[in-house]
C-alpha cells in the first residue's frame, strides 16, 4: 500500500447469493486512493458500482457477502471489524452518500432533527453548535436552513440530494463515498455542486469516491477514474487521459453513447446489447459479444490486467488498438 | 395550436405552501401563476433547477395536489370539478405518472405482476380476468421488456434500472392513458439505458398519439424528444415555445445560462469560479424578476415588476423585460446542424 493512501480496496469480491445462483456483482476489484484525492467510478446500471460502495463501506446486506478481499482504510482493515467499531467510524471519518436519498433520509424525522441525531451519536456537542454547523453545512449545498423544519416529502428531488450530501459533510471526514449524488440536479446546478466538492476538498482536504453514470460530470475534477462493467474495472488511470484517448472499447462507447445538444436530432443507439448475466462464469472477456472490436480469441481468453500508456487495461487487444490510435 | 385541441391546458396554476415554525406565516412559492398547454399526441418538455417547481407541477396535473389558485383543464373540462370517485378514477386512467427513481416504482416484496395485475383490474373493466395476463405481456412485450412471459414473474431486484424504470411505463401504458406525466424518468439511469427510454416514449408519440410531459433537467435528452419546451425558474414560468425556438435561439438569460452549461463529455469540463449561484428566493418573494440576482443583464424594473411571460415571436414566449430587446441569443449551438 502507498505511503500515502487513505483507502486501498484488495482483490474485493462480492456474491448475491439468490435462489438462481450466485450473482458476482464485485469480482477481484483492486483500487487505490491517495489522502484528499478523488476518486470517479463509471459504468453501465448493474455493474456492480453501488455494490463496491457499500462493500468498502460495510453497509451490505444479505444476501450480499464479501467473498474475499480486504479494504484498509488509515490502515484498518474494515472487512474484520465489528458494526459497534464501525459505527465509530462512520460519519466522523468517512461517511457515505446513498444513491437514492428517498430511501436513505428518514421520512418522518424533519432534516434539522436527522442531522441532531447523528450529531448526538458522536459525543456531546452543543445543541447551539448543532444548529450552526447544520445551518452551515445546507448553506453549503445551497439549501436556505429553514428547511431544518422540514421533512423530506416536503423537499423536491435534488433537494433530498443535496440534504445528504450536506450530511455526510457535517463531520468534515477524511473519505467521503458518493453514490451517484447529482443525478436529480440540473446542469447548472451539477457544476456548481462539482465546485463545492471541489473546493471543501481543497480546504478539509478529504478524500472522494464519486460514482456517476454521467462521464461529464468526472471529467473536469476526477483526479483518478476507474471504468466498471460486469463487475470488473476494465480501465483505470488519470481521468484526462481516459477521456483524450479512451483504451478499452466499453469507455470509448460510453463517451460516445450520450445525445448532444450540438447536434442534429437523430435517433440513437447506445451502447448496443445488454449487460452481461453475473451469475454466469464465462470463459472469455465479458463485454465481448457486444464489442465492435471483438477478434476470436476474445471469447476464449480472460483479459488479464495489462499496464499501458499510465493506466490499468483489461482487453488482450488493447496494446494494438493503442499503437492504432497513435 | 387552438386552445380546443389542447389536451391540458393550465391557466395561472399557482401552489403555495406553509414553510417554517407555523406560527411564522412564511409562505413556499412552489408554482406561480403557470398557464402552459399539452396538445394531444405531443411531447411537451418541462426543464428548470432543483426546487424550481416541476414536480409540483406534475402533482397538480395528476390531481395529487389541488391548486392553491388558477385552474387546469383536461379535455376542455376543469379539474376543479372532477370531485366524485368514479370521474377521479376515470382521469388516473387517462392520465399516469411515472416516477423518477426506478428504485422504488414497486414494492421490493411482490412479483412485478402484483402491481400490474391491480392496474389491470381497476383500469380495464374491458378486460376479462381471463385475458388479463396476456394483456399485460402484450404491454411488456411493447416497452421493450421481453420474453415477457418470464419478464412478469420477477422480483423488481432481478431487474436492471432500466428494465424498472420501463416497467414503469408498461403499467402507465397498460391503462390506454391519453397523458404520460413522466417526472424525470431517465435521470437515474445510465446513457444507453436513457436513449432505450427516449426512444420509447417518442414511440409511444408517434405510434399511439399518447402525450407526454417530459420532466427533465437533462437539456440535451429534451432536444432529443421534444416538440415544445417549458422552461421553469423559481416557481414561475420563464420561457415556452417549440424546441427549435427555445433551445436553438433561447431568449430568457436563465435559459441562456442552462444552455450554456450543458456539458458534452468529448468537451473536458474545466472548473470556474463563476457560477455558484444563491438559491432563488421562493419564500415570500419580493415583487420582480426571481431571477434578477443571478442575470446579467438585469436593470432597475427587473426589481420593479415581475415581468408576465408574453409572446416575443409567434408561439415562443418569454418572461423577461429585457428579452425583447435583445438580439437573440448567440446560442452556443452551430447553427449549421439544423
Ligand atoms: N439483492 C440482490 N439480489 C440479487 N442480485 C442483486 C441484488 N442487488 C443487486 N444485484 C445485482 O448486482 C448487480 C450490481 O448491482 P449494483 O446495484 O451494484 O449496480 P450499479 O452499478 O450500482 O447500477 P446502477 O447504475 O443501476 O445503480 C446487478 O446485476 C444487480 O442486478
Ligand atoms: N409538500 C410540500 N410541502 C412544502 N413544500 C414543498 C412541498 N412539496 C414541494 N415543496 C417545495 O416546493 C418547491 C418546489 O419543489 P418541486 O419538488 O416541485 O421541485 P422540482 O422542480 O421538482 O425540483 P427537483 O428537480 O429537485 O426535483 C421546493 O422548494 C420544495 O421544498
Ligand atoms: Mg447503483
Ligand atoms: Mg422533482
Redesign the pocket.
Known amino acids: 500500500m502507498a505511503e500515502d493512501a487513505v483507502l486501498s480496496v484488495r482483490n474485493l469480491t462480492v456474491d ?1 447469493l ?1 435462489e438462481s445462483g450466485a ?1 458476482r ?1 464485485v469480482d477481484a476489484v483492486d483500487l487505490e486512493l491517495h489522502a484528499g484525492g478523488f476518486l470517479g467510478i463509471v ?10 460502495l457499500f462493500a468498502i463501506a460495510q453497509l451490505l446486506n444479505p ?2 457477502e464479501i467473498v474475499s478481499g480486504e479494504v484498509h482504510f488509515n490502515g484498518r482493515d474494515l472487512v474484520t471489524l465489528g458494526e459497534s467499531q464501525l459505527r465509530h467510524l462512520r460519519w466522523r471519518e468517512f461517511s457515505v452518500v446513498m ?1 437514492s436519498a428517498m430511501n436513505a433520509l428518514n421520512p418522518v424525522r424533519s432534516l434539522g432533527a436527522q442531522m441532531r441525531d447523528a450529531c448526538e451519536e458522536h459525543g456531546k456537542i452543543s445543541a447551539q453548535e448543532i444548529r450552526k454547523r447544520s445551518s452551515e453545512v445546507l448553506r453549503m449545498v445551497g439549501i436556505d436552513p429553514v428547511h431544518l423544519r422540514s421533512y423530506p416529502h416536503q423537499l423536491s428531488g435534488g433537494m433530498r440530494q443535496r440534504a445528504m450530501i450536506a450530511m455526510a459533510l457535517l463531520f468534515e471526514p477524511q473519505l467521503v463515498i458518493m ?2 449524488p447529482t443525478s436529480s440536479l440540473d446542469v447548472v446546478a451539477q457544476r456548481s455542486l462539482m465546485i463545492q466538492i471541489k473546493r471543501l476538498q481543497e480546504r478539509l482536504g478529504f478524500a472522494v469516491v464519486f ?1 456517476t ?1 454521467d462521464m461529464s460530470l468526472v471529467g473536469g475534477v476526477g483526479d483518478e477514474l476507474a471504468v ?1 462493467y460486469g ?1 470488473k474495472i476494465v480501465e483505470l488511470g488519470p481521468t484526462q487521459r481516459i477521456f483524450s484517448k479512451p483504451l478499452h472499447p466499453y469507455t470509448a462507447g460510453l463517451l460516445e453513447a450520450f445525445p448532444s445538444i450540438q447536434a442534429v436530432r437523430r435517433r440513437l443507439t447506445g451502447i448496443p446489447g445488454s ?1 452481461p448475466d ?1 451469475r454466469l462464469r464465462i470463459a472469455g472477456c465479458r463485454f465481448a459479444d457486444r464489442c465492435p472490436d471483438a477478434g476470436n480469441e476474445c471469447t476464449r481468453v480472460d483479459p488479464p490486467e495489462e499496464q499501458i500508456d499510465g493506466r490499468l487495461v483489461r482487453c488482450i487487444r488493447v496494446a494494438e488498438r493503442a499503437s492504432r490510435a497513435g | 395550436m387552438p386552445a380546443d385541441e389542447d389536451l391540458l391546458r393550465a391557466e395561472s396554476v399557482t401552489k403555495h405552501f406553509g414553510v417554517g415554525p407555523p406560527w411564522s406565516r412564511r409562505r413556499l412559492h412552489a408554482v406561480d401563476d403557470v398557464s402552459l398547454s399539452i396538445g394531444a399526441g405531443r411531447i411537451v418538455a418541462l426543464v428548470g433547477e432543483s426546487g424550481s417547481g416541476k414536480s409540483t407541477v406534475v402533482r397538480l396535473f395528476a390531481m395529487l395536489a389541488r391548486p392553491t389558485a388558477g385552474e387546469i383543464y383536461f379535455e376542455g373540462r376543469p379539474l376543479s370539478k372532477v370531485r366524485r370517485r368514479p370521474a377521479q378514477l376515470a382521469y388516473r386512467r387517462k392520465v399516469r405518472i411515472v416516477f423518477q427513481d426506478p428504485f422504488s416504482v414497486s414494492n421490493p416484496a411482490y412479483r412485478i405482476s402484483h402491481s400490474l395485475l391491480r392496474t389491470a383490474r381497476l383500469h380495464r373493466p374491458d378486460v376479462r380476468p381471463a385475458n388479463r395476463r396476456a394483456e399485460i405481456e402484450r404491454v411488456l412485450d411493447e416497452v421493450g421488456l421481453s420474453p415477457a412471459s418470464e419478464i412478469i414473474d420477477r422480483f423488481p ?5 432500466g428494465q424498472r424504470q420501463r416497467v414503469g411505463f408498461a403499467e402507465a401504458l397498460l391503462s390506454r392513458p391519453r397523458l404520460i406525466l413522466a417526472d424525470e424518468p431517465v435521470s ?3 446513457v444507453s439505458i436513457r436513449i432505450g427510454l427516449l426512444n420509447l416514449m417518442a414511440d409511444l408519440r408517434d405510434r399511439e398519439g399518447v402525450s407526454v410531459l417530459y420532466v427533465t433537467h437533462d437539456i440535451a435528452s429534451a432536444w432529443y424528444l421534444a416538440d415544445t419546451v417549458a422552461v421553469m425558474y423559481a416557481g414561475k414560468l420563464v420561457e415556452y415555445g417549440p424546441a427549435e425556438r427555445v433551445l436553438r435561439a433561447p431568449r430568457h438569460p436563465y435559459t441562456q445560462l442552462l444552455l450554456s452549461a450543458v456539458p458534452d463529455p468529448r468537451v473536458v469540463l474545466t472548473l470556474t469560479e463563476e457560477d455558484v449561484g444563491e438559491p432563488p428566493r421562493v419564500i415570500d418573494p419580493d415583487e420582480g424578476c426571481r431571477f434578477r440576482w443571478r442575470c446579467p443583464y438585469a436593470q432597475d424594473r427587473c426589481a420593479e415588476a415581475t415581468p408576465a411571460l408574453g409572446p416575443i415571436e409567434v408561439g415562443h414566449h418569454v418572461a423577461c423585460f429585457v428579452a425583447p430587446e435583445m438580439a437573440p441569443a448567440p446560442s452556443s449551438v452551430p447553427t449549421e446542424a439544423l
Open positions: 448475491y439468490t450473482v456483482a459504468g453501465e446500471s448493474g455493474s456492480g458500482k453501488s455494490t463496491l444476501p450480499a444513491q453514490d451517484e460514482v453514470h466498471m463487475g449487460p453475473l | 431486484f432481478e431487474l436492471s434500472g437515474m439511469l445510465d
